[in-house]
């Protein structure tokens, strides 16, 4: 399977330094310009299969990308559901339990939420049931979130979870990889990581 990871836009919970926000949060004028931008990244690409977090800055992003609205939604690409602090600050949620990141527990929960295992182990189970389903050359592309990407790609490499975000894409940036039928470490290549509209458009005036 070629999967096609692209992260969501700029959102207004990035803007404002959320933990992660809500699913409700919408993506900026930037994300969205971020999003339309991508269209680059995608066009001379053709999709099997498109695949939406039901967070609405992905489906947003989605969207403004393909101009596409007929995406599947699977809530396991959705971002870390952080509960009850989910609309904190970061700076507010550290001063408030200063525990948590700095001495970083992936088996730890959220108030009220997820830990970043539970990420991980609906991610990855997103992935394997994707590559067991699809045909071998079928291409996917799936719009979500920084940390289900960093799950994905840390599986693939055997990074562990007590490392978690060892990548941080950036915003509207897509991430290839092919992907055997048991998704195994083994199977996964990562052809390219993070590449973005902008990065694009330098590399063609240097032509």
């Given amino acids: 399977m070629k999967l096609y990871l692209l992260r969501h836009g700029q959102a207004v919970a990035n803007v404002h330094r959320l933990v992660t926000g809500t699913p409700d949060d919408p993506l900026t004028a930037e994300g969205e310009r971020q999003a339309r931008q991508a269209q680059m990244l995608l066009r001379k690409c053709s999709f099997d299969a498109y695949v939406v977090s039901h967070w609405k800055r992905a489906r947003q992003t989605g969207e403004l990308a393909t101009g596409n609205n007929d995406f599947f939604v699977d809530r396991r690409l959705g971002e870390t559901d952080a509960g009850l602090v989910s609309d904190w600050s970061r700076a507010h949620f550290e001063q408030q339990h200063p525990d948590f990141f700095a001495y970083f527990d992936p ?55 007590s490392l978690f975000p060892r990548f941080k894409p950036g915003n509207a940036s897509l991430t290839y990889l092919k992907v055997g039928k048991k998704a195994i470490p083994e199977q996964i290549q990562i052809v390219y990581y993070a590449v973005t509209p902008d990065i694009v458009c330098r590399d063609r005036e240097n032509v």
């Fill in 107 to 161: 088996s730890a929960k959220f108030p009220g939420g997820e830990s970043h295992d539970d990420l991980f182990k609906r991610a990855i189970m997103w992935m394997k049931e994707t590559a067991a389903v699809m045909p071998e050359n079928a291409s996917v592309l799936a719009v979500s979130h920084m940390g289900p990407i960093s799950c994905m790609l840390q599986y693939a490499l055997g990074i562990p979870m």
